[in-house]
């Protein structure tokens, strides 16, 4: 016992160490809350947990460069759930635990939004202060730097930028200046419909339910760390895989939040889901039991959404565009890429572009289509409200900032998550972003999941209010339906925010229910051709023996053996989502 409490004396002394390295203190910080959770003392588990997620803004400042900020944060690895974790079992409030997660997931693109924020309260009050920050932090906004100089030179500017946020939260009314969301604003977030956190932790597993009026926690007892690790590692579009989605988080959180059946007046209601760790890759708006006609299913409760945080989501409301009117100053990107270099055709994708451009033109809406090389999307996005893209995505092994759209000089000049973060499109607000590629949504390092670095929110972060992607590899042939029925839905319900949420969704339906008919179908054919099968091996063996034959079993199938002709259908509208206000 006395060397317990030695331990967690001398973790305790290093955590509060203010003058050692940051890495340091978090190391410490993390073996004393592990220390006081093994003993079962939540409420010291919490106080170190806190004090411990609290140092990870300052393990990654904003002079450092965005693979620098990679590197650090890996090792800051599943704290803010772990954290969060600790906080309900310390018997803290669900804000509590919302608060942890806010300050230690989404780090990188919580820091890029922070240099892009609007600051016109600022502005109005304390003008010479307000010039001073937008000065400091644009400089901050730049591209990659060459020379020793101009890292040195970013290093000071950023240290001067800490101390004028320091000098604008002394000021009143601006004491949560770029701060995590308080109790308030996170119920504000909510105003539109109500966002879901589902908490992985090996200690417990939760979601986070904030409404406009409260803020819950809700246990979910057959959600399991192991199991998701387990399941991680397979195909995550199985119908196996969306029941079990349905059982363990889908269905008791909407059941909390009262939406149990198929709304009967059309009007949706809408969920925003934020999952943490390995969770992050699982389609949980597909989550049901699919092959049954009732509600069992998220897409026929609510429209889906996600986000990577709470933050993110008041971000892009803060910086939301007017909706978009049908007339020629309004301007949508179209971008075929139905051939690329070193990789397979793509026939479907030219049709997809042509698809929409008579659907644009109907709307009297200006169609643009660069040619397909980096420098001329870039400047054509820089005016532009819609930027649909058709073409392979690829996502990297290691680097989730060097994911890419591939365009024709894609090895040379690519079109990558980082070339996006150096793109401010703020100003300009556009609308939509519909990337018809393969796993625009992925990220293959675990490492990086609680960040969300991927081509999605690097269009969210490039400014775009509403992002449309996948989440792995998706086919050809379906992405013309899915894309042509979102866009007749916004053209046939107006351009706005609701309009998207609803066409993916209704896409999203119509697809299911194609492949509902078609398994129906599959089924009775098989159990047919399984019939006729069998009368034909009876007849043979009536002649065989007969014939005094003795047959070799291999040659025929065996009952409950599958017939090799009958596979079933894909289920190609589960990887597409939705991100956005």
């Known amino acids: 016992m006395a060397d317990l409490d030695t331990a967690i004396q001398r973790y305790q002394q290093a955590l509060d160490q203010s003058s050692s390295p940051v890495r340091d203190r978090i190391n410490a910080g993390r073996h004393l809350l592990v220390v006081h959770a093994k003993a079962r003392n939540w409420p010291q588990a ?17 002079s450092l460069e965005i693979s620098d900020k990679q590197y ?23 804000s509590d635990a919302v608060q942890v997660l ?25 003008p010479h202060l307000a010039e001073e920050y937008f000065s400091l932090r644009n400089l901050l906004d730049t591209p990659a730097l060459t020379t020793q100089r101009e890292v ?21 009314d601006f004491d949560r200046f770029l701060q995590a969301p308080s109790e308030d604003e996170l119920k504000t977030a909510a105003e539109y419909g109500p966002i879901v956190i589902i908490n992985v932790s090996h200690y417990r597993c939760d979601a986070l339910i904030i409404k406009k009026t409260q803020i819950q926690a809700l246990p979910l007892p057959h959600l399991h760390a192991s199991d998701i690790q387990g399941r991680a590692i397979g195909e995550l579009g199985k119908p196996e ?60 409760r609510v429209i889906s959404s996600y986000s ?97 759209l591939l365009l024709e000089d894609w090895e040379t000049e690519p079109l990558t998550v980082a070339s996006l973060f150096e793109t401010n499109l703020q100003n300009q607000r556009p609308f939509l972003a519909y990337l018809s590629a393969c796993g625009t949504g992925r990220i293959k390092r675990n490492e990086f999941l609680d960040e969300g670095l991927h081509l999605i929110s690097g269009y969210q972060l490039a400014g775009f209010q509403h992002v449309i992607g996948t989440l ?60 006729e099968i069998r009368d034909d091996q009876m007849a043979v063996q009536r002649s065989d023996s007969r014939q005094g034959k003795a047959r070799d079993p291999r040659d025929a199938k065996l009952d409950g053996e599958p017939y090799e002709n009958t596979k079933p259908n894909q289920l190609y509208w589960v990887p597409y989502v939705h991100f956005g206000v």
């Open 152 to 172: 040195d030179q970013r290093y000071t500017t950023g240290q001067e930028l800490e101390r004028v946020i320091h000098q604008i939260r002394r000021l009143p």
């Open 72 to 94: 650090l944060l890996t090792q800051v690895l599943d704290l803010a759930s772990t954290a969060a974790a600790i906080a309900l079992n310390a018997a803290r409030t669900a």
């Open 472 to 531: 792995w590899d998706v086919n050809d042939e379906s992405c013309v339906e899915m894309a042509t029925t979102t866009y007749k839905w916004m053209r046939d319900h107006g351009m706005n925010d609701q309009s998207v949420r609803e066409g993916l969704h209704h896409a999203s339906r119509c697809l299911r229910r194609k492949w509902i008919e078609n398994s129906v179908r599959e089924a009775s054919r098989s159990d047919k051709e399984l019939l």
């Open 46 to 62: 919490y106080q170190a947990a806190s004090e411990t997620v609290s140092l990870v803004p300052l393990l990654t400042p904003r």
């Open 102 to 126: 806010e300050l230690g997931r989404g780090v990188i693109t919580g820091s890029i939004n922070e240099l892009r924020a609007d600051i016109s309260d600022l502005q109005q009050k304390h």
């Open 308 to 404: 990577s945080s709470v933050k993110t989501i008041i971000h892009s409301r803060r910086h939301r565009s007017r909706p978009i009117t049908a007339c020629k100053s309004e301007k949508v990107v179209l971008l075929a890429m139905q051939k690329t270099p070193k990789k397979w055709d793509l026939r479907f994708a030219t049709r997809r572009i042509n698809d929409l451009e008579r659907l644009c033109s109907s709307m009297n809406i200006q169609v643009i289509k660069p040619l397909p090389y980096k420098a001329e999307v870039l400047s054509a996005l820089s005016s532009c409200k819609i930027f649909h893209f058709a073409g392979h995505g690829s996502t990297h092994d290691s680097d989730p900032v060097e994911s890419r």
């Open 241 to 300: 895989i969306l029941e079990w989605l349905w059982k363990a988080i889908a269905q008791p959180v909407l059941n909390a939040l009262e939406f149990t059946q198929t709304p009967l007046n059309g009007r949706w209601p809408h969920v925003w889901w934020i999952s943490t760790g390995l969770l992050a890759k699982f389609p949980i708006h597909a989550a049901g039991r699919h092959s049954q006609s009732s509600s069992d299913a998220v897409l026929d």
